[in-house]
């Protein structure tokens, strides 16, 4: 008997752990190729780490070949060579430089190469503002659902329901039409404006509502405070949990999110969003820049899973709401 | 204060709290709907001068032209392997975990991490790896062929089986798909990076769907006579596990309807060698953005959200059923 739990349990084990390594495996690659140089990502060699030996950045040595009147300008710095010495020893010089080991060489690129940082600011910035602009919107509504009484209520609360059946990159287009109206697109506007009703938002945060006792509002009202006060004064600190967990699930959404704004951001780099910004390093990407590329992904990638490996618990319910639908 | 007076003053304030709501309801999701239907009758293009009612030729279009009988092909085919997968294995990954007494966590943590990580950064380190000629899958199913012994087993030629009748021994032979630049394979690729992205998902619904199975249940059904697993998992598990599936599977057909970021990627001009992956919102984003013809996107979307309705309808169908059966 123990020997048949034993068996069982590690066929078990055994294919969790197959299953484990195959979603695992692009991760790793992702990081093993932002750390190998490009002759070790072709070839396949290398390890994990790739050997890191010193390699010559290429571009880097070609921009800054000189030309005619600047080997001129050098003369002085090599006396005693004709200008075409002058030039190699000069190159021998910038190739100096131009060398690094290639983790610092693809991960100086990434950020480098295009505005990364500016990406990620503008990552920050869009998912931030979603969030608060679907608290500020839904927390008044929601709390007019659960806690007042008025005629039309269950019609809204219908209505709210039906709405979550709509999903929003369905009707981009006609969004984006609304939005070329407008003269909105290329703006953080086009990026958030769509996304600031959460009808999921109204209706999670109704549903908690509903448990919280309807004495503490009779309280606050007691104590002469506004109904907006309530809202935000007496609720909004219940409601934290549920809060904490939207967020994540606002968060990530719109982090990841790549289909809208490709569509709304269609040229001015500053606005990009971390995918929108790795999407373009590929477009560019030619053979040597493998590395590179796997650090901007490994990069924006990165800020997330650290989050959801410190805070699991949370983020599993977070990304679950949906399943309270 | 009076009863009605107080009445009157909850109305209004419910009213003034539900304003911005609604009216950002109605902008953003109610009128774009009707904005698609309106034009999905139109040639309509941003910048053109002149609009005209075409009646239902962009519907006859998606209808007729091979092009779009290619999106419909290639998002139904997407939708019917990534759905019964991705759910099937997260079921069987939740279930398996369960029943494991150590490293539950560290399962659950590992198959969640695609979930939080972009999907767009994966699809790209996902066609790098399948790159045919310094990718690492076909390198090593080479190197597989090199090697006596795992050559013998997956071709079977160890049990004295003919090596070039098998898959493995095939390409062995012949040299290994393209993966994504073979017609024959791409759609089935980005499936396979479709179900490696949401199982994990799938898997932490069903996780929280099996805490909700009474454990005396189990030891009833013993009692009864329910002795293997397979029969406590049919008479018990499954059904006690009825409206998570129904659930599951709704939002795994939504989501996989509006798949795009791993199309656009890896095919980012053509939607797939001989448009084998050309999706429907890949569709939407080509004739609609690219090709400025928001007439036939907009048709595209008019019938994308009838889609959506059906499937909802089904979802409604089949929980009513539950309640009014059991």
């Known amino acids: ?325 | 204060m009076t009863a009605a007076l107080n009445h009157q003053r909850q109305t209004l304030s419910a009213w003034i709290m539900l304003s911005p709501a609604l009216i950002l309801m109605m902008v953003i999701l109610i009128l774009p709907i009707l904005i698609a239907f309106g034009l999905s009758f139109t040639d309509y293009g941003l910048g053109v001068k002149s609009v005209d009612f075409v009646g239902l030729e962009n519907y006859e279009r998606i209808f007729t032209r091979s092009t779009f009988k290619k999106m419909f092909t290639a998002t139904v085919l997407y939708v019917i392997v990534v759905v019964p997968f991705s759910v099937g294995l997260g079921l069987g990954a939740a279930l398996l975990i369960q029943s494991v007494r150590r490293g539950r966590e560290f399962y659950k943590t590992i198959y969640f991490l695609p979930v939080m990580a972009s999907l767009l950064a994966m699809a790209i380190v996902w066609e790098f790896m399948l790159h045919p000629t310094i990718g690492v899958l076909n390198e090593t199913l080479q190197g597989g062929c090199d090697s006596a012994i795992i050559h013998g087993l997956l071709t079977g030629s160890w049990f004295g089986a003919d090596p070039l009748a098998s898959w493995y021994g095939d390409q062995c032979a012949n040299g290994f798909p393209l993966w994504l630049g073979d017609r024959d394979y791409a759609l089935w690729t980005i499936c396979f990076i479709g179900i490696w992205q949401s199982f994990g998902f799938n898997m932490v619904l069903y996780l929280a769907g099996l805490t909700s199975v009474p454990r005396d249940l189990y030891h009833a059904a013993e009692m009864d006579g329910a002795s293997s697993a397979w029969e406590r998992f049919r008479l018990i598990t499954w059904p006690m596990l009825g409206p998570t599936t129904v659930f599951v599977v709704t939002i795994t057909v939504i989501r996989s309807f509006q798949v795009f970021d791993t199309v656009e990627a890896i095919f980012p001009d053509s939607g797939g060698p001989g448009k084998t992956a050309y999706v429907m919102m890949f569709a939407i984003y080509e004739k609609g953005i690219k090709q400025n013809l928001l007439g036939t996107g907009a048709a595209i979307t008019v019938i994308f959200l009838m889609f959506v309705i059906v499937v909802t309808l089904i979802q409604r169908w089949f929980i009513d059923r539950k309640t009014h059966y059991t």
């Open chain 1, 1 to 325: 008997m123990i020997n048949a739990f034993f068996l069982s349990s590690t066929i078990k084990h055994g294919v969790l752990l197959v299953g484990a390594l195959i979603v695992l495996v692009p991760f790793y690659m992702m990081v093993s190729y932002s750390f190998k140089s490009p002759g070790e990502i072709e070839r396949n060699t290398g390890g994990f780490f790739g050997s890191q030996e010193l390699m010559v950045d290429e571009r880097c040595v070609k921009l800054q070949d000189p030309n005619k009147d600047e080997v001129i300008a050098l003369r002085p710095r090599f006396p005693g060579l004709d200008d075409d010495g002058v030039r190699k020893a000069f190159m021998a010089e910038v190739e100096q430089d131009c060398s690094m080991i290639p983790v610092v060489f693809n991960y100086s690129k990434a950020f480098s190469q295009a505005p990364l940082l500016r990406y990620l600011l503008n990552g920050v910035i869009v998912t931030v503002s979603i969030f608060l602009i679907q608290i500020v919107v839904a927390l008044p509504a929601a709390f007019a659902l659960s806690k007042l009484r008025f005629w039309g209520r269950e019609t809204v609360f219908t209505m709210v329901i039906l709405g979550l059946l709509i999903p929003v990159h369905a009707i981009a287009l006609p969004l984006y039409i609304m939005l070329a109206k407008v003269e909105l697109i290329n703006t953080y506007a086009a990026l958030i404006v769509p996304w600031t009703i959460s009808v999921f938002g109204i209706f999670l945060m109704r549903q908690f509502f509903m448990t919280v006792p309807d004495d503490l509002i009779d309280a606050a009202r007691m104590d002469g405070m506004s109904e907006y006060a309530i809202v935000w004064r007496v609720m909004l600190p219940t409601a934290i949990p549920a809060l904490l967990a939207f967020a994540i699930f606002s968060v990530v959404a719109h982090w990841n999110d790549y289909f809208w704004p490709r569509i709304v951001i269609t040229g001015d780099r500053s606005l990009f969003t971390p995918p929108l910004g790795l999407r373009e390093f590929k477009g560019d990407a030619d053979g040597s820049f493998y590395g590179p590329m796997m650090a901007t992904a490994t990069v924006i990638v990165t800020p997330l899973i650290v989050a959801f490996l410190l805070a699991q618990k949370r983020f599993i319910e977070g990304i679950t709401l949906t399943g309270m639908k």
